[in-house]
């Protein structure tokens, strides 16, 4: 079946902004006497999960609400708004060259509204994608299939004639539960578990070389 659709996740796909999420978070957590270990790292990566701020706050010795570690965060600044953001190399030929085939592009991330179209216009992208789910916008993040569902509704899409390119576990699962083909972006350079994944792509230069059997469905997913 040919694609119509193709939805991006946006951190680690379409810009690589992981590490210094991270970076910025611990920033603000170390105010309360808190350090981030490498599995507390790998278990934010595509999510925005409350619980898991909320088991980091127990940490402190001292008692530390949301609010508290919100305003810190404010304090410290973010990826978003701070930092030099730039696309991955590739990535912006990829969504025009897709969007000049006649098919639609949306882009469905946990990040909020704020900081992902601060993002997007800083690096004159927001014109790329015919619909924009963030993490504020569903009652659910990801792993749960919520984001890419509402993205899918509002494109009039079938899922089966969608690919998702994502980069984490939690993103590639949200998307196959969701009825999509999954392209795992392996780019920013993280390890991730991507086994749930249809497709392996390494770099979008290459995927431009795949791009025309995937679209079509001539390319067999990996086993």
Same mark, same amino acid.
């Given at each position: 079946?040919?694609?119509e659709f193709v939805l991006f996740d946006f951190d680690g796909v379409i810009?690589?902004?992981?590490?210094?999420?991270? =970076?910025?978070?611990?920033? +603000?957590?170390?105010?309360?006497?808190?350090?981030?270990?490498?599995?507390?790292?790998? +278990?934010?990566? %595509?999510? #925005?999960?409350?619980?898991?701020?909320?088991?980091? /706050?127990?940490?402190?010795?001292?008692?530390?609400?949301?609010?508290?570690?919100?305003?810190?965060?404010?304090?410290? %600044? #973010?990826?978003?708004?701070?930092?030099?953001?730039?696309?991955?190399? %590739?990535?912006?030929?990829?969504?025009?060259?897709?969007?000049? &085939?006649?098919?639609?592009?949306?882009?469905?991330?946990?990040?909020?509204?704020?900081?992902?179209?601060?993002? /997007?216009?800083?690096?004159?992208?927001?014109?790329?994608?015919?619909?924009?789910? $963030?993490?504020?916008?569903?009652? #659910?993040?990801?792993?749960?299939?919520?984001?890419?569902k509402t993205a899918m509704h509002y494109l009039g899409a079938d899922p089966?004639? $969608?690919?998702?390119?994502?980069?984490?576990?939690?993103?590639?699962?949200? =998307?196959?539960? +969701?009825? =999509?083909?999954? +392209?795992?972006?392996?780019?920013?350079?993280?390890?991730?578990?991507? &086994?749930?994944?249809?497709?392996?792509?390494?770099?979008?230069?290459?995927?431009?070389?795949?791009?025309? %059997?995937?679209?079509?469905?001539?390319?067999?997913?990996c086993t």
């Amino acid at each position: 079946m040919e694609t119509e659709f193709v939805l991006f996740d946006f951190d680690g796909v379409i810009a690589n902004t992981e590490e210094s999420n991270a =970076a910025y978070l611990e920033k +603000a957590l170390s105010a309360f006497g808190i350090q981030l270990t490498d599995k507390d790292r790998n +278990a934010l990566i %595509g999510t #925005n999960d409350k619980t898991r701020i909320r088991s980091l /706050l127990s940490r402190s010795s001292v008692r530390v609400t949301e609010e508290d570690l919100a305003n810190k965060r404010r304090q410290v %600044g #973010n990826t978003y708004e701070n930092s030099c953001i730039r696309p991955f190399p %590739g990535v912006v030929s990829l969504i025009q060259d897709i969007r000049g &085939r006649g098919i639609k592009t949306g882009l469905v991330t946990s990040t909020s509204t704020r900081l992902i179209m601060i993002a /997007l216009n800083r690096m004159k992208m927001t014109a790329l994608f015919d619909v924009i789910v $963030c993490g504020d916008m569903c009652a #659910n993040g990801k792993p749960d299939p919520e984001c890419y569902k509402t993205a899918m509704h509002y494109l009039g899409a079938d899922p089966r004639k $969608c690919i998702v390119f994502e980069d984490s576990a939690v993103g590639i699962h949200a =998307a196959k539960q +969701a009825g =999509a083909r999954v +392209a795992a972006y392996r780019g920013s350079g993280i390890p991730q578990d991507v &086994r749930e994944a249809d497709f392996v792509v390494d770099s979008y230069e290459a995927c431009r070389d795949m791009l025309d %059997g995937i679209i079509q469905g001539r390319m067999k997913p990996c086993t």
